[in-house]
């Protein structure tokens, strides 16, 4: 069983198309995030979700939506993709938000390729 | 600013062998390091997680310690496999927010 299972693993799309990457958890997690993996292989996390309630929002165009329909599941929509959102985007999640002593469970990650 | 550097960038050495890996931050308020493997076209998975008062964690043949006075870790493997030919990334955890801020990794490759 896939603790955290994010679809598609691959993406490979148009300039100006819209996507959707979607993450489930089955560990029970409160708190879900999204990561964007760059070339130079740094994490940096973009969003993060408590209980379907959005408490981190890193700097990020609002071209970037997260939508969480309940706590086990964070989805990532992208609108007008551009050449720089090529990356690899990981989901994760954990116990109350990483305050105090909680670990991390990352999905596969997605491998955006925009052309 | 939150910030993780690691050292060296890369590493190669053969099967058998030991080695350690380095991992400066500066992140504050600090809460807990945490070392993760990344496996090529996987997500990471955790090693270990240290707060401030432990000095160093084991999980199997991997040994990390914490100076947090220094601000300084490291990762030691101790009698290496082809297995653990990857990506090693520290990553530290700011205190109440939730935020994990993440060195850009050592790429470590086993030969046999």
């Known amino acids: 069983d896939t603790a955290v299972s994010q679809t598609p693993k691959y993406l490979v799309t148009q300039m100006g198309n819209d996507k959707s990457i979607k993450c489930e958890q089955n560990?029970?997690?409160?708190?879900m995030y999204w990561y964007k993996q760059d070339s130079k292989k740094f994490l940096k996390i973009m969003f993060s979700?408590?209980?379907?309630?959005?408490?981190i929002n890193e700097t990020v165009p609002n071209r970037f939506s997260p939508k969480s329909p309940d706590k086990a599941h964070l989805n990532l929509h992208i609108n007008s993709l551009e050449l720089g959102d090529s990356a690899v985007y990981f989901c994760?999640?954990?116990?109350?938000?990483?305050?105090?002593?909680?670990?991390?469970?990352f999905g596969q990650g997605t491998r955006l390729t925009v052309v | 600013k939150n910030q993780v550097e690691q050292s060296p960038q890369s590493l190669i050495i053969l099967e058998g062998k030991n080695c350690t890996l380095q991992?400066?931050?500066?992140?504050?308020?600090?809460?807990?390091l945490r070392w993760y493997k990344q496996d090529t076209g996987r997500g990471p998975v955790s090693l270990t997680i240290?707060?401030?008062?432990?000095n160093t964690k084991s999980n199997g043949r991997y040994t990390a310690t914490l100076d947090a006075d220094t601000k300084q870790s490291s990762l030691h493997i101790t009698a290496s496999q082809l297995s653990d030919s990857a990506s090693y990334i520290c990553?530290?955890?700011?205190?109440?927010?939730?935020?994990?801020?993440f060195g850009q990794g050592t790429t470590l490759q086993v030969k046999p």
């Open positions: 991992c400066n931050y500066t992140v504050s308020p600090f809460s807990n």
């Open positions: 994760a999640s954990s116990l109350s938000g990483g305050i105090g002593f909680t670990e991390a469970f």
């Open positions: 990553v530290v955890s700011v205190s109440n927010t939730g935020k994990l801020i």
């Open positions: 979700y408590n209980n379907k309630e959005l408490i």
């Open positions: 240290m707060t401030f008062s432990e």
């Open positions: 560990l029970g997690h409160d708190t």
